[in-house]
């Protein structure tokens, strides 16, 4: 049965530090992994997913890896900002191949000016 | 482009009334998921819907949950006779036609309340 592990559960950094956040799966035949960001009181934005295939994805100041054999993937966070303050949540695709995803309880994160 | 967009924002039933929550996926996507956010508890999968079809509905409830995408028009999901544990955030989300497991993009969500 897949399970999905995030930690920290919460995170509280000054601004400017970069950030690891870390999520973790117990069956490692997955189709993709997709991490996303939750703002209070609104859905979910996705910031990358990354295919079974490939080891990592790059979008601005985030880079999520992927390391199927060991059943992990890491958010780096660089140059963190007040704005990136939100809970991030990590995704697996459960069976199918479609979008029916187990989701991580989260990390919250708080960046202070 | 609009995103996914769901309405209404917030809708409060009285126990036993019906909620009907509407979902529009962004243009040109043909895949539709309805995901629940429970009270202090994670996003838990529900239902996937194509046009006209119900792929897979193993997440929802056996009774008085129901799920549609017609042909023209929104997605529906229906809570019949809700009771105060349905009070929940519902989110929808959609990807383009594809094998399925494309990027997934939500919808704000619909907060309902459960008097």
């Known amino acids: 049965k897949q399970e999905v592990t995030q930690i920290p559960a919460a995170l509280s950094v000054p601004e400017g530090e970069n950030l690891v956040l870390n999520c973790s799966f117990t069956?490692?035949?997955?189709?993709?992994l997709q991490w996303f960001r939750q703002d209070p009181g609104k859905g979910l934005t996705s910031l990358l997913l990354?295919?079974?295939?490939?080891r990592e994805q790059t979008s601005g100041r985030l880079n999520a890896s992927l390391d199927k054999s060991s059943g992990r993937s890491t958010l780096y966070i660089a140059a963190s900002q007040p704005g990136d303050s939100a809970t991030y949540l990590c995704?697996?695709?459960?069976?199918?191949?479609?979008?029916?995803?187990?989701f991580g309880a989260g990390t919250r994160l708080a960046v202070h000016p | 482009n609009a995103g996914v967009m769901q309405n209404p924002r917030h809708l409060v039933r009285r126990r036993g009334q019906e909620a009907r929550l509407r979902c529009s996926p962004m243009k040109g996507h043909s895949h539709v998921y309805w995901y629940r956010q429970l009270p202090e508890e994670g996003l838990k999968f529900m239902v996937y819907l194509q046009k006209e079809n119900i792929i897979d509905e193993s997440g929802m409830p056996k009774e008085r949950f129901s799920a549609e995408f017609p042909k023209e028009g929104p997605s529906i999901l229906r809570i019949q006779q809700v009771v105060r544990g349905d009070s929940a955030a519902y989110f929808c989300?959609?990807?383009?036609?594809?094998?399925?497991?494309?990027?997934?993009?939500f919808g704000s969500g619909t907060q309902l309340s459960v008097l």
């Open positions: 995704a697996v695709p459960l069976s199918g191949g479609y979008n029916k995803l187990i």
């Open positions: 990354i295919q079974s295939s490939q």
């Open positions: 989300a959609s990807s383009p036609p594809g094998l399925g497991n494309e990027k997934l993009f």
């Open positions: 069956d490692s035949a997955i189709y993709n």
